[in-house]
């Protein structure tokens, strides 16, 4: 049965939320306060990385990631096709590199338990790697390489996504000031603009990133979501292609992009809501671009900015419906992974508000587990 379903926040999940409700034929409101792709989402590199981003194990968010990858050469065709705009999707493969012998068994260690998923990883050094990556630092002793792993030019994929929403008839209201959610305890769902002008609908849904603890109150619920900054910066390469693959180290990442560009990244920093872009921030990165790729220490980056990843306590992003409200479905923290997690995430949510069971387990990522953990 369609359904007038409110969605709140125009990041990336937000829009592919938007964006599948409609496709499934569902009548759709979504309300932002600033601009869609204004925040975390249109900063993003854009990779689509659930091996590099999780070293440690198969756990439930590494399965959330691997599915949502999955679901990318579908998804983008979908947005791309519903749109009429283009983005990039390059299905490069990564390299995770280190610099001395003894990090090769820690290198082992993830290639061990990451090859029963998909193309099996590999361990490259001397020759092989300089074939891959010629362009790498000679004081890179070996790498991880990753066959499997995708990017997207992330500004460009939001702007599809809100293209397509609108297409598809989503009513998108920006400059809304701070939506506020009522506290729908019964059938219906409504919020309030910074206006006071109310909007209802049959559910709602929560996406409003990096702001979800601001709900711990309306809501009634413990939500440690906090704002952590990526200062991110980017090179215009003499020769595209000199950079073939995304390269993740220690401390950070680069990312070859088909417009010729290198976007480097990115910083971690506890900085509140503050998206401005430091010298020592970015300066670090570039000590360290360099140790990775020598000809950057001749090059300056010619574009840097920050955006607010949505952290949660644990890592995990809160994905579900809250306890006692069966129409108000919370899809928020997504930290580092958010455009990767984005179509698991909107098929996901709109399951939910379906009353369909996801295809991927949800019960790690419930939205109530630090409330349950603050009454033991
Ligand atoms: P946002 O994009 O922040 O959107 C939330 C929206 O909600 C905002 O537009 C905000 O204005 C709106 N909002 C908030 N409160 C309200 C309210 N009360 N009323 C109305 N609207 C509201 N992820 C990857 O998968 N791959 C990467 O390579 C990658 N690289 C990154 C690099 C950097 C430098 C950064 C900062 C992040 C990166 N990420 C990456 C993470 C990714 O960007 C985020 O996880 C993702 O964008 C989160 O999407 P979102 O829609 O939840 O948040
Ligand atoms: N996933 C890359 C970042 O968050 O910087």
Redesign the pocket.
């Known amino acids: 049965m369609s359904k007038h379903i409110l969605v ?7 829009l592919s939320t938007a964006f599948e409700a409609a496709r499934r034929g569902h009548r759709v409101t979504l ?4 601009r ?1 792709g ?4 249109g ?6 990385a659930p091996f590099s981003e999780n070293g440690e194990g198969p756990d439930d968010f590494f399965l959330l990631c691997l599915a949502s990858l999955r679901l990318y050469p579908d998804w983008q065709q979908a947005v791309k096709d519903a749109s009429g705009l283009t983005f990039e999707y390059s299905n490069s493969g990564s390299l995770n590199v280190v610099y001395h012998d003894s990090d090769l068994l820690a290198l082992a260690g993830r290639a061990a338990w990451q090859q029963r998923f998909g193309s099996p990883p590999e361990i490259v050094q001397g020759a092989a790697l300089r074939a891959l990556e010629p362009a790498l630092s000679t004081a890179v002793r070996a790498a991880l390489y990753h066959p499997d792993e995708s990017h997207i030019y992330a500004p460009d994929y939001v702007r599809a996504l809100e293209a397509a929403c609108r297409r598809g008839g989503v009513r998108i209201l920006e400059r ?1 000031g ?3 959610i009522g506290m729908p305890e019964d059938e219906r769902a409504y919020v309030t603009d910074a206006q006071g002008q109310i909007y209802e609908g049959d559910c709602l849904v929560i ?5 979800a603890g ?1 709900l711990q109150e309306p809501l009634g619920l413990q939500l440690p979501v906090y704002p952590i900054r ?1 200062q ?1 910066c980017a090179y215009e390469l003499a020769e595209p292609g000199t950079v073939r693959h995304m390269v993740f180290g220690s401390q950070g990442y680069v990312v070859p992009k088909a417009n010729g560009t290198l976007v480097c ?2 910083s971690e920093d506890v900085a509140g809501f503050d998206t401005s872009v430091t010298e020592r921030g970015i300066g670090r990165l570039l000590n360290w671009n360099h140790r990775l790729y020598p000809f950057l220490e001749q090059l300056q980056p010619y574009h840097r900015w ?5 952290a949660t306590q644990d890592g995990y992003p809160l994905l579900g419906k809250l306890p006692g409200r069966r129409q108000l479905v919370m899809a ?1 923290g ?8 984005s179509p698991v995430t909107a098929q996901a949510a709109i399951d939910l508000i379906e009353e369909r069971t996801p295809r991927v387990s949800l019960g790690r990522f419930a939205p109530e587990r630090f409330s349950r953990l603050a009454v033991r």
Do not use: F
Request: with cysteine; proline share 2%; net charge positive.
């Open positions: 709140v926040g125009g990041g990336v999940i937000g309300l932002e306060q600033g869609c204004g925040q975390a989402s900063a993003a590199a854009g990779m689509l809304l701070e939506v506020r996406c409003n990133g990096a702001w601001a990526g991110i990244g990115a920050a955006g607010l990843r949505p928020a997504h930290y580092r992974n958010g455009i990767l997690l």
